[in-house]
């Protein structure tokens, strides 16, 4: 499971990374664990205590987490709630960027990150046997969670609308689509944790 935010560049002064509180990936884990399983949580920096009996791999950037992933498999089922950031800074810099004295803002090169999720869900060789990723929507939440479902090779997409009225950024509720190649399940408003502990039953009843 992967939760929490990643962030390139390493221990920097400035850095540029995606927001997440890692609520929602912390309360999987613990109910997968509840339900019996070993569980390896792969976690950017959040402010969340580790759930109890969870095999923990702190992460700060988005090669690490595909490396850690990478080392806990074989899984049975890997789930990604991560809100990895999808570019890096292509040149960390050796010191602090100072304000230019006419204000000219800086200018910065991007590298592409590896989308983790898609990297496991099209394994050739030892895939799990379901790969669930999750899509931040704010606007046609169900057609961009179908359409990320083909191009990341997974077997479902839990989709919520993370518009700012939706309050779902760093709560403790949750609206979620489940989009898979058999159809879509709309859920109720939940609680994160009740979210996840529906999900890891749907999910048990699918291995
Ligand atoms: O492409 P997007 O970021 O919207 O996809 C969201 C899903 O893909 C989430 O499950 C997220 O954890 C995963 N992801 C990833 N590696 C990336 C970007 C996203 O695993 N570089």
Request: neutral net charge; contains cysteine.
């Amino acid at each position: 499971i992967t939760a929490g935010p990643t962030r390139e560049p390493i221990d920097p002064v400035r850095y540029i990374s995606n927001h997440s509180s890692g609520k929602q990936g912390y309360a999987i884990a613990e109910a997968a664990v509840k339900l019996g399983a070993q569980v390896t949580l792969v976690s950017g920096p959040v402010a969340l205590p580790i759930p109890p009996c969870v095999g923990m791999t702190p992460v700060t950037t988005a090669r690490e987490m595909l490396a850690a992933v990478e080392s806990a498999l074989p899984a049975d089922i890997a789930i990604f709630t991560a809100a990895v950031a999808d570019w890096r800074v292509a040149k960390v810099a050796d010191e602090k960027l100072k304000k230019t004295s006419d204000g000219t803002p800086p200018s910065l090169s991007f590298a592409e990150n590896p989308d983790i999720l898609k990297a496991v869900a099209t394994l050739k060789k030892g895939r799990p046997k379901l790969v669930v990723g999750f899509a931040a929507e704010t606007e046609m939440v169900i057609d961009h969670a179908k359409v990320k479902l083909a191009k990341k090779g997974c077997d479902l997409i839990v989709a919520n609308d993370v518009s700012p009225d939706s309050g779902v950024f760093g709560g403790d509720a949750n609206t979620v689509h489940l989009v898979s190649a058999t159809g879509v399940e709309n859920w109720p408003k939940l609680s994160k944790s009740e979210v996840a502990t529906r999900l890891m039953n749907t999910l048990a009843g699918m291995v």
